[in-house]
């Protein structure tokens, strides 16, 4: 299937779950997840060699993660979504908030911070690059609260009901890079949110899992306003082709929905992952508080005893 030089591809039939699951690979992203999923696998293999361990469940959330990004940028939803809203919208809510979440799962900076060797005295390698660009300034600031929650709103509101949605729709380059922003969003909103790697912005849980729902209501607002429209709001997906036999009004209501509907899954997996993160980390207080019972053999319970010791002495 080829695309125009407006980017849409004009001879597809009737859409269906089957038809727009047949491999129909985008360069870029091809190169791009199975890059990712390299570098991945080369972490996981030097850990092991050298006798570390790296949970499991990372390894199958990154991959999980990454071949959803390919599920809709290496099949045949990719054309389809050029030419239907409803697909497209697909697309957009998969790669900006449920890859995100399952790539973060993976934890790929911890991964490199331990996998990637340490340069020599005097000497910047990877791992170094790495570290000054999670301290930088510029991280700090495209990691706060105050960032990431507009941009994430942002990329809705001021992408699809300004003139720049059509603009980036008209080339390849433009699709290829409006997808990549849909992602890099994602990655940033949920990064301090999920806190699985090491970051510049690390608060506390509560305040996490108001950093989300935050961000989550304005998602269904969005959905809400394409599903309520009487007139076709994008002029990308004004004019479908006659062979896929849709009504155009139609396919932006069913867009609406799919945004709106999707908008609880992510809040869902975040507040679960969120949940288990801060069970873990009350366990591991209390084992640390337990063991650091143990070393001082319970000097404070002694310290007590010897308190209502001393009570009762003076009381006889």
Same mark, same amino acid.
């Given at each position: ?9 004009? %001879? +597809? ?6 038809? $727009?699951? !047949? ?33 499991? $469940? ?54 490199? +911070? ?5 340069? $020599? ?6 791992? !170094? ?22 941009? =994430?709103?942002?990329? &809705?509101?001021? +992408? ?52 989300? =729902? ?32 849709? %009504?155009?009004?139609? %396919?932006?209501?069913?867009? $609406?929905?799919?945004?709106?509907? =999707?908008? !609880?899954?992510? /809040? ?12 873990? /980390? ?19 319970? !002694?310290?007590?005893?010897?308190? &209502? ?8």
């Amino acid at each position: 299937m080829d695309h125009s030089g407006h980017g849409m591809t004009m %001879d +597809l039939p009737p859409f269906t779950l089957g038809r $727009g699951l !047949e491999w129909s690979a985008d360069p870029f992203f091809l190169i791009a997840c199975l890059l990712g999923l390299g570098l991945y696998g080369w972490g996981v293999v030097r850990l092991r060699r050298r006798g570390d361990a790296w949970p499991v $469940g990372r390894t199958v959330a990154f991959v999980v993660g990454v071949l959803t990004v390919g599920l809709v940028m290496c099949t045949a939803l990719n054309d389809y979504g050029m030419v239907m809203f409803s697909v497209h919208m697909v697309q957009h809510m998969i790669i900006s908030m449920l890859s995100p979440i399952l790539i973060l799962l993976g934890a790929p900076i911890t991964l490199a +911070l331990r996998a990637l060797p340490v340069a $020599g005295r005097g000497r910047k390698g990877p791992r !170094e690059l790495l570290l000054a660009v999670l301290h930088s300034r510029y991280m700090r600031i495209v990691t706060h609260p105050a960032f990431t929650i507009p941009l =994430f709103i942002a990329s &809705l509101y001021a +992408l699809y009901f300004t003139p720049l949605f059509d603009f980036l729709m008209g080339s390849k380059a433009g699709h290829i890079a409006m997808m990549v922003h849909f992602l890099a969003v994602g990655l940033v909103f949920f990064w301090p949110i999920m806190g699985v790697d090491p970051g510049p912005n690390r608060p506390g849980y509560l305040m996490r899992m108001l950093e989300l =729902f935050a961000g989550m209501p304005f998602h269904a607002f969005f959905g809400i306003a394409l599903m309520m429209a009487t007139t076709p709001m994008v002029d990308t997906f004004r004019h479908p082709p006659a062979s896929l036999g849709i %009504d155009t009004l139609s %396919d932006q209501n069913a867009a $609406g929905g799919i945004a709106w509907a =999707f908008s !609880e899954i992510p /809040s869902v997996l975040v507040l679960l992952a969120l949940l288990f993160q801060w069970y873990s /980390s009350e366990q591991r207080q209390a084992k640390r508080e337990d063991r650091a019972a143990d070393r001082d053999g319970d000097k404070e319970l !002694e310290a007590y005893n010897a308190y &209502l010791a001393s009570l009762n002495a003076r009381g006889r």
